[in-house]
């Protein structure tokens, strides 16, 4: 158990609805990254928070957004919902961004299915 | 932007041997490289990490070294174990930002 905690463990939706995927970090830890893990494109960094703050963007659609809240756990919202959306999300916590300790503590996913 | 490329996609070692998993990354820039194990229904675990200072880090079974120049680096487990079975995933980071990984190699080790 790494301490990174997802909710909810399963979504099943269809397509145009939108979702919230929910994080909370270890605690102490101040960064969480984002990630979508599908079959064919493997893990793809979506976006970090660190603090309150976003810190770093990858390859995040405009459809998806996210936000770190001040008791630092975060939320990954996806709209527009595409089949291609289908995929396992994760989050990922690590101590602090800022003191060169980036280990990160991977939590057990949302798996999202839209059909 | 980065780009990581791993090596190989499935490997299959007998019990007792050892495994080595090789991933290439494209950004100089990058000072940090985690490898992880994912195993079935479950979130990627680190199991071992090296920063661009460093050339080779080891912990138990497991090494991971670490060539600047050539912009590889790789993740040598030996005495494998059936436990040792699962999907390993390297990961290249400028400090603690927009982690890149490989695409994930399965490794199964037969008893």
């Known amino acids: 158990d790494s301490g990174v905690t997802q909710t909810p463990k399963h979504l099943i939706t269809a397509t145009g609805q939108r979702v919230t995927l929910r994080c909370s970090p270890r605690s102490g830890d101040l960064s969480v990254y984002w990630y979508q893990q599908s079959l064919d494109q493997g893990l793809q960094f979506l976006i970090q928070y660190y603090n309150g703050e976003e810190r770093a963007k990858g390859n995040i659609l405009e459809r998806f957004s996210a936000q770190q809240f001040p008791d630092l756990h975060s939320e990954l919202n996806l709209s527009s919902l595409e089949l291609g959306d289908s995929a396992l999300y994760f989050c990922?916590?690590?101590?602090?961004?800022?003191?060169?300790?980036?280990?990160?503590?991977f939590g057990p996913g949302t798996r999202l299915t839209v059909t | 932007g980065e780009n990581v490329e791993q090596h190989p996609s499935t490997l299959s070692v007998q019990e007792g041997d050892s495994a080595v998993i090789k991933c290439t990354y494209s950004?100089?820039?990058?000072?940090?490289f985690p490898w992880y194990k994912q195993e079935l229904g479950k979130g990627p675990q680190l199991i071992i990490d090296?920063?661009?200072?460093?050339g080779e880090k080891k912990d138990q079974r497991i090494a991971v070294t670490l060539n600047k120049t050539a912009k590889h680096f790789s993740l040598h487990i030996t005495e494998t174990q059936p436990e040792d079975s699962a999907v390993y995933f390297c990961a290249a980071s400028i400090s603690g930002n927009q982690f890149y990984f490989g695409t994930g190699t399965s490794l199964t080790v037969i008893p």
């Open positions: 990922a916590s690590s101590v602090e961004w800022d003191r060169a300790s980036y280990e990160q503590y």
């Open positions: 090296i920063r661009s200072n460093v």
């Open positions: 950004d100089s820039a990058s000072n940090y």
